[in-house]
């Protein structure tokens, strides 16, 4: 049987992805790509804004269309949270919800059976229990692996529909963390990045029993620092990403505490939301924007080149003209290496869809166009950063990229500047000390000094 996936969304869903690429390869499938033929079709779904439940639809369709005989099965967040909606695509014929993903293999194979359509979804309140299974060893990429260390969230931010779909706090075993982490290593993976839903949750939950080593106990670690601290230990040449932070959870003193760990990345993505402590408020976020700004300085205070990366929405309901400037004022004050803006989308079922102060579409057009502006001019300000400082980073080159002078190496610095350089195949999957030229499309372009 042949078996192609089309994953949307989050770090989460593409690790997830493998994981499923992994069980359905071990049980005889076929995995092939998304535009070949397949008998199967797996759609792994978001739902953060109301675009991404329309691409989701629009793949569906594509890949019944492309193979109509196929089985399509889609999980993910959307099929948590709108289960009805995708049961009434006449292209669909298993729905599965976040907590049913190991649980597609018996799917498919109960649908090639009986050709009777599904619907498996567990209930909030069943999401309780972290289910994921296995180690992963391998994954598409042969140079940067995402390893889920956790699931759920109960921050209930305003705008946000993924607590709903992803349930309860639940946190992976660090033991099984670090030997997924070992394999993958010892696979040739040179960066492991630490995913979850909300990673700075790991480990909160009051029911999650830590086994920890007396030195741990002693140094009083918790939460993510000690996968970190484990990972961290391991041997070998590979570095250490955290996918994301939140303000919500950490403050400045837990993040300096991170510090200390040669082998992890001074690279953080630490979503913000919003720069006005008023909307941070309307948003249910648990900070403001000077707590915010204590953590920025203590990175910054750390490595003046600390890659910070962030997402910022634009056109809150009730944001003034006033509130939306702040945002603007922190863009320029936290030096952001890259700001992902987004539109405020009104999604039923949060908080925020009932509020007041809903803002015309005119006005969250204005307000996002200004704000991704803003957003590139403090990139390009991040570039000229680093080339006052000297502009020596060091890049691990992931794979080839055409470009109007031929095809150049592409790869990340530590910091997550994405780097543009000749090169030969030797350098694939290998760290590499650069000299950073000049802003150059994404990124920059640089030029290699040690090989």
């Given amino acids: 049987m042949r078996l192609a996936f089309h994953t949307l969304g989050c770090k989460v869903n593409q690790y997830e992805t493998e994981a499923m690429k992994e069980q359905f390869g071990s049980a005889g499938y076929e995995i092939v790509g998304e535009e070949e033929i397949a008998d199967v079709y797996i759609i792994n779904t978001c739902t953060v804004t109301n675009l991404a439940d329309r691409k989701s639809r629009q793949y569906i369709r594509r890949m019944k269309k492309q193979s109509p005989d196929a089985i399509v099965a889609v999980t993910g967040c959307y ?83 993924i607590p709903f779909a992803r349930g309860h706090v639940r946190s992976r075993n660090p033991e099984e963390v670090v030997e997924e982490a070992r394999a993958l290593i010892a696979s040739g993976f040179k960066e492991v990045i630490l995913t979850g839903i909300n990673t700075a949750l790991y480990g909160t939950e009051g029911s999650f029993t830590w086994p920890l080593t007396d030195e741990e106990k002693a140094a009083g670690m918790s939460g993510i620092e000690i996968i970190i601290s484990r990972i961290n230990a391991l041997p070998g040449q590979f570095r250490i990403r955290l996918s994301s932070l939140e303000p919500t959870v950490v403050n400045a003193e837990y993040v300096k505490r991170l510090m200390q760990y040669e082998k ?143 095809l150049l190496l592409t790869g990340y610095t530590e910091n997550y500047i994405k780097v543009y350089a000749e090169g030969c195949e030797e350098h694939l999957n290998s760290f590499q000390k650069v000299r950073l030229l000049e802003e150059y499309k994404d990124g920059m372009k640089g030029e290699i000094i040690n090989g």
């Avoid at 069943?126 to 598409?140: R, V, W």
């Avoid at 991704?372 to 794979?399: D, I, P, Q």
């Fill in 79 to 161: 099929a948590q949270v709108s289960p009805e909606e995708l049961t009434s695509m006449e292209e669909v014929d298993i729905v599965a919800g976040t907590g049913e993903k190991n649980n597609l293999l018996a799917y498919v194979e109960e649908f090639r059976q009986k050709r009777e359509a599904q619907l498996h979804i567990k209930t909030y309140d069943e999401l309780t229990e972290y289910t994921d299974k296995g180690i992963i060893t391998s994954m598409e990429s042969r140079t940067r692996a995402y390893i889920k260390i956790q699931e759920g969230c109960n921050r209930f931010c305003a705008y946000c529909l």
């Fill in 264 to 406: 992890l990345c001074p690279h953080l993505h630490l979503s913000i939301q919003s720069g006005s402590t008023n909307v941070l408020k309307l948003m249910n976020r648990r900070y403001n924007r000077d707590e915010y700004l204590d953590i920025v300085q203590v990175l910054k205070e750390h490595d003046p080149g600390y890659g910070i990366t962030t997402d910022i929405i634009a056109g809150f309901p009730g944001e003034t003209e006033e509130d939306f400037l702040d945002s603007i004022d922190m863009i320029e004050r936290a030096g952001f290496c890259k700001v992902h803006g987004f539109r405020y989308s009104k999604r039923p079922g949060t908080a925020a869809a009932s509020m007041k102060g809903h803002l015309s579409g005119n006005t969250k057009n204005d307000r996002i166009t200004r704000l991704l502006a803003a957003g590139e001019k403090a990139a390009k300000e991040f570039f000229a950063g680093e080339l006052a400082r000297g502009g020596e980073r060091t890049v691990l080159f992931e794979e080839w990229a055409e470009t109007e002078e031929g």
